[in-house]
T-cell receptor, first 112, second 112 residues
């Protein structure tokens, strides 16, 4: 679904570095989400936002922060990356009147 | 808290056989149950969904059933094909709710 994009698609970084993952959408959805996926595990919610003034913690927000710069943009930051944050990160969007979530292509992050 | 349990974690079937994946949810207020398919290296994508006012829904070779009393819902894939091989996620949410709760996923292998 090209309507939800993520950059970068792959990233290798070192322990202690600050990195930012970006998500953009052209679907006009007001709700945006960041998920983490570990091998063999499901999707764990990190943060979610309903509009530019609304930010909410998910199940595993420790070590992460987010910024909703505009309705179409939602960024995830790792303040000081650690190896156990190595995972696949997905952004998703949703319209307030529909429950279906639309996922971005994912960012594969490796923390050395 | 809210959770969705999904079984089995891995399922291997012969091409042409049927596959069944089962989920149980805890939040009795949940009324929307989507299923997502994630092919290797790809993003999760919605394949079928069901609302709590419906007991069964079909779309060609896939069907979903819902038992609200038992808080169970299942995905049925008939006449499986190698391209059905993927990870399948069930999920639950409620109208007006903020989050979608995902199951841990089932890795389906269809052997040719």
């Amino acid at each position: 679904d090209a309507d939800v994009t993520q950059t970068p698609r792959n990233r290798i970084t070192k322990t202690g570095k600050r990195i930012m993952l970006e998500c953009s959408q052209t679907k006009g959805h007001d709700r945006m989400y960041w998920y983490r996926q570990d091998p063999g595990l499901g999707l764990q919610l990190i943060y979610y936002s309903f509009d530019v003034k609304d930010i909410n913690k998910g199940e595993i927000s420790d070590g992460y922060s987010v910024s909703r710069q505009a309705q179409a943009k939602f960024s995830l930051s790792l303040e000081s990356a650690i190896p156990n944050q190595t995972a696949l990160y997905f952004c998703a969007t949703r319209d307030r009147y529909q429950e279906t979530q639309y996922f971005g292509p994912g960012t594969r992050l490796l923390v050395l | 808290g809210e959770n969705v349990e999904q079984h089995p974690s891995t399922l291997s079937v012969q091409e042409g056989d049927s596959a069944v994946i089962k989920c149980t949810y805890s939040d009795s207020a949940s009324n929307y149950f989507p299923w997502y398919k994630q092919e290797l290296g790809k993003r999760p994508q919605l394949i079928i969904d069901i609302r709590s006012n419906v007991g069964e829904k079909k779309d060609q070779r896939i069907a979903v059933t819902l038992n609200k009393t038992a808080k169970h819902f299942s995905l049925h894939i008939t006449e499986t094909q190698p391209e059905d091989s993927a990870v399948y996620f069930c999920a639950a949410s409620r109208t007006g709710g903020f989050k979608t709760i995902f199951g841990a996923g089932t890795r389906l292998f269809v052997k040719a």
